[in-house]
């Protein structure tokens, strides 16, 4: 780097600090989160659950369950992960996408390009069109852009629809997850996702009932196959909401 360059980068640093995309604390250009963040930051581990994507000792989940073929994370919705997924839906905060979609786009290339699995298209789980106006974008789109870009596959929008605003699904338990989610989708361009194998991205994964549901939508369209890609998913302890009882017959 020129010193020209070196100076023109301090300036930039100067006029926009350069902050952590977990917490918002001011950085150094050489770190990409703060020293607080990434002592609480929780990647997963191996071993993973090739379905659900969650950690083994907290996955619940059984063969066919899903619609979707198998989700990956790269991040337990914790602490510091929790933060980052906050700051992003509430304070648009650009920096926290940009992070956790190169943090998603390792794990596809990991998971699935690196075994050979290729994707026609992306798509970010959709919001209600109102929602969207009211927060000015959706951050799932703006995640699967990310993806999108860093593995160089075409990003397709307005091609799941959310048709119904439906209760937010983490006010409700399991059961009722299951029930507020169902029919909420629909494929508006059938043709676009014909035949294809489909990548969808989203922030969190709870109970799993909105991939399933958006996965189901895009399969009664035609799709082939439907893969996820999520920021973080939630272990057990982070569930409050849905009862322990709840995984004991596999229905989660
Ligand atoms: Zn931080
Ligand atoms: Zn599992």
């Given at each position: 780097?020129?010193?020209?360059?070196?100076?023109?980068?301090?300036?930039?640093?100067?006029?926009?600090?350069r902050?952590?995309?977990?917490?918002?604390?001011?950085?150094?250009?050489?770190?990409?989160?703060?020293s607080k963040?990434?002592?609480?930051?929780?990647?997963?581990?191996?071993?993973?659950c090739?379905?659900?994507?969650?950690?083994?000792?907290?996955?619940?989940?059984?063969?066919?369950?899903?619609?979707?073929?198998r989700?990956?994370?790269?991040?337990?919705?914790?602490?510091?992960?929790?933060?980052?997924?906050?700051?992003?839906?509430?304070?648009?905060?650009?920096?926290?996408?940009?992070?956790?979609?190169?943090?998603?786009?390792?794990a596809?290339?990991?998971?699935y390009?690196?075994?050979?699995?290729?994707?026609?298209?992306?798509?970010?789980?959709?919001?209600?069109?109102?929602?969207v106006?009211?927060?000015?974008?959706?951050?799932?789109?703006?995640?699967?852009?990310?993806?999108?870009?860093?593995?160089e596959?075409?990003?397709?929008?307005?091609?799941?629809?959310?048709?119904?605003?439906?209760?937010?699904?983490?006010?409700?338990?399991?059961?009722?997850?299951?029930?507020?989610?169902?029919?909420?989708?629909?494929?508006?361009?059938p043709?676009?996702?014909?035949?294809?194998?489909?990548?969808?991205?989203?922030?969190?994964?709870?109970?799993g009932?909105?991939?399933?549901?958006?996965?189901?939508?895009?399969?009664?369209?035609?799709?082939?196959?439907?893969?996820?890609?999520?920021?973080?998913?939630?272990?057990?302890s982070?569930?409050?909401?849905?009862?322990?009882?709840?995984?004991?017959?596999?229905?989660?």
């Amino acid at each position: 780097m020129g010193m020209l360059d070196n100076i023109k980068e301090k300036m930039t640093e100067i006029i926009f600090p350069r902050r952590c995309p977990l917490c918002g604390a001011l950085i150094n250009s050489n770190e990409r989160i703060c020293s607080k963040c990434s002592r609480d930051v929780e990647f997963i581990r191996r071993p993973v659950c090739r379905i659900c994507g969650r950690p083994l000792y907290s996955c619940h989940c059984r063969k066919g369950q899903y619609a979707f073929v198998r989700n990956v994370s790269p991040l337990i919705y914790t602490k510091a992960a929790k933060k980052g997924i906050h700051r992003m839906k509430f304070n648009d905060s650009p920096y926290s996408c940009t992070y956790f979609g190169k943090l998603m786009a390792n794990a596809v290339r990991t998971e699935y390009l690196d075994s050979g699995i290729r994707f026609d298209c992306v798509i970010g789980i959709p919001m209600f069109k109102d929602d969207v106006l009211t927060r000015g974008y959706n951050q799932a789109v703006l995640l699967a852009k990310t993806v999108a870009d860093e593995i160089e596959v075409p990003l397709l929008t307005k091609v799941l629809i959310k048709q119904i605003r439906n209760k937010p699904q983490h006010t409700l338990s399991h059961m009722e997850r299951q029930r507020n989610i169902k029919g909420v989708f629909r494929v508006a361009r059938p043709e676009m996702v014909h035949g294809k194998t489909v990548l969808l991205c989203d922030d969190v994964t709870t109970s799993g009932s909105t991939l399933n549901e958006c996965a189901l939508t895009l399969l009664d369209a035609g799709a082939r196959a439907v893969y996820c890609v999520t920021a973080t998913v939630a272990v057990l302890s982070e569930m409050p909401a849905i009862k322990a009882a709840a995984f004991g017959n596999g229905r989660l």
